[in-house]
């Protein structure tokens, strides 16, 4: 079912996870499992186009005695998208941009942007696009897109969007505005520096910081970075992540210090 408008979806998958069970729904948006042996079930569905906001909730898992019918409801909802551009003062596009996708949480009664798992690059018009989105309450904001040598502007973002399920929000542009910009250099030493990777995180914030591999002789370079104070790092990549270095606050971390340009 649309969680939304309520209508039956036909052609959604419908599995009972852990199991080697899969249906289509059918044209009323019905699945039927005949013969399931007793058990523990957890049903999940899914779509192209729609989102399961909620895969894990007590409504989704069930259990098969000796006899009856069991009847499920399940739900999805329709996936949202952002577009716009990233342009420069001239109105150029601006390759360089990474488009992020941010929630404004509180915590501590102090208000912060939180960094989505949602992002775009640039293409060679200037144009973006953030897809397969839950409704809720967002903002977009263009950074440099985290290589050594990109970093030209300084972050910027939208005001507060309320975003609809379903909904395709269009013309959500960016404009940047070039800044002064330094080459920070320096070298790592006290240990084997084989894959090490040193960050710059512009006022402590993960979604604004510039990432580099150290050289073979243990030496790294950051070019076009923006004014600011900035919180310096060095550390091996962690499991799960590319050549980058971890986040902030995670092990295992290696040196630290702060720059100011």
């Not at 269009?170 to 250099?185: K, M």
Request: aromatic content about 10%; overall charge neutral; some cysteine.
């Amino acid at each position: 079912v649309d969680s939304r408008s309520g209508k039956l979806i036909a052609g959604a998958a419908v599995e009972l996870a852990g199991n080697e069970f899969e249906k289509l729904t059918n044209k009323d948006g019905s699945f039927t499992f005949s013969d399931l042996p007793k058990g523990r079930y957890k049903a999940a569905t899914s779509k192209t186009g729609y989102l399961s906001l909620f895969p894990n909730a007590d409504w989704n898992r069930f259990t098969v005695g000796d006899a009856g019918e069991i009847r499920l409801y399940l739900t999805l909802t329709q996936a949202a998208a952002i577009t716009g551009s990233v342009l420069d003062g001239a109105g150029q596009p601006v390759r360089s941009a990474r488009v992020m996708l941010f929630t404004r949480e509180v915590d501590g009664g102090v208000g912060h942007l939180a960094a989505a798992d949602t992002f775009s690059k640039v293409d060679d018009q200037g144009t973006y696009r953030l897809y397969n989105l839950p409704p809720g309450h967002y903002l977009v904001g263009a950074t440099p897109d985290g290589n050594s040598g990109s970093a030209l502007f300084q972050p910027v973002y939208t005001d507060l969007i309320s975003l609809h399920a379903g909904e395709t929000r269009t013309s959500v542009n960016l404009t940047v505005f070039t800044a002064r910009s330094h080459t920070v250099r320096g070298k790592v030493t006290g240990r084997q520096c084989d894959a090490i990777a040193v960050s710059l995180f512009f006022e402590g914030k993960f979604e604004r910081s510039l990432q580099t591999n150290i050289a073979n002789d243990c030496t790294f370079q950051f070019q076009g970075v923006p004014d600011g104070e900035y919180e310096i790092t060095a550390a091996f990549p962690t499991t799960g992540r590319t050549a980058f270095g971890p986040l902030l606050g995670e092990n295992p971390l290696y040196g630290r210090g702060r720059v100011e340009v």
